[in-house]
């Protein structure tokens, strides 16, 4: 576990905690802040909802667990985390379901990382995703890949935070209703 550079905060290894006997409370945290911080708030079903965890937090930590790293704050509790994996997903069955990555496809062999960060807003504006981010990106430098991305929507607040965290954008495509940019990061 090691210290950030954050007052009462700490960023660790989710499989540092994940073997500890408080797993499920901290896996509790982590549902909490990926589903308040997530654009999504209704679903049709438990099944529904559980199929989007899944999608977007779920798999990660099952298939990627040694690339996921969690903020934990002074009472221990999970406050932020993020999750990803280093191969290119346009080439692997497991991401197969998210059609963005076809459509950048020419894109993620060049930055084939991929990254989901999100915070308890209660922690947002503090540098802490800003640390998540680092000790993701050392890891995958670390590892020999090539390049860091995101997807995101033109106009989200959180496209400043990419910017500010050395991410360009390097393509964008025509969603239903929106405009999703591909934010590459050289490492
Ligand atoms: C995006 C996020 C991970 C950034 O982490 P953070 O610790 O708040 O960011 P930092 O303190 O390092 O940097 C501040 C920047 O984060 C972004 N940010 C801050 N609050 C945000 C919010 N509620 N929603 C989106 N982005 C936010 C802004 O770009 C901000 O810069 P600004 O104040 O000049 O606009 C975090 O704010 C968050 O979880 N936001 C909501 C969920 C989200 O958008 N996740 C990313 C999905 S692609």
């Known amino acids: 576990m090691s210290a950030a550079a954050m007052p009462d905060v700490q ?9 500890g ?3 499920d409370r901290w896996l509790g945290d982590l549902d909490h802040v990926f589903f308040s911080s997530s654009a999504r708030q209704s679903f049709a079903s ?10 977007w937090l779920g798999r990660y930590l099952v298939n990627f667990p040694q690339y996921a790293w969690v903020a934990l704050d002074g009472a221990q509790r999970v406050v932020g985390y993020l999750v990803g994996s280093l191969d ?6 497991l991401f197969a379901d998210l059609s963005h990555f076809a459509r950048f496809s020419a894109l993620t062999d060049r ?12 922690w947002r504006g503090r540098g802490i995703g800003a640390e998540l981010v680092t ?3 050392r890891q995958a430098q670390a590892a020999g890949c090539p390049g860091v991305h995101v997807v995101t929507s033109r106009g989200a607040r ?16 025509k969603g239903d209703g929106h405009e999703l940019l591909f934010l590459g990061r050289d490492l």
């Open 46 to 55: 438990a099944e529904e909802k559980a199929a989007f965890r899944e999608r």
């Open 135 to 137: 000790a993701f990106v």
């Open 88 to 93: 290119d997903p346009a080439r692997d069955p």
């Open 21 to 23: 006997p408080q797993r």
């Open 158 to 173: 959180n496209v400043g935070f990419y910017l500010a965290n050395g991410f360009a954008t390097r393509g964008h495509s």
């Open 111 to 122: 930055y084939p990382a991929q990254l989901h960060v999100n915070l308890d807003a209660a």
């Open 11 to 19: 960023i660790c290894r989710w499989n540092q905690l994940s073997s």
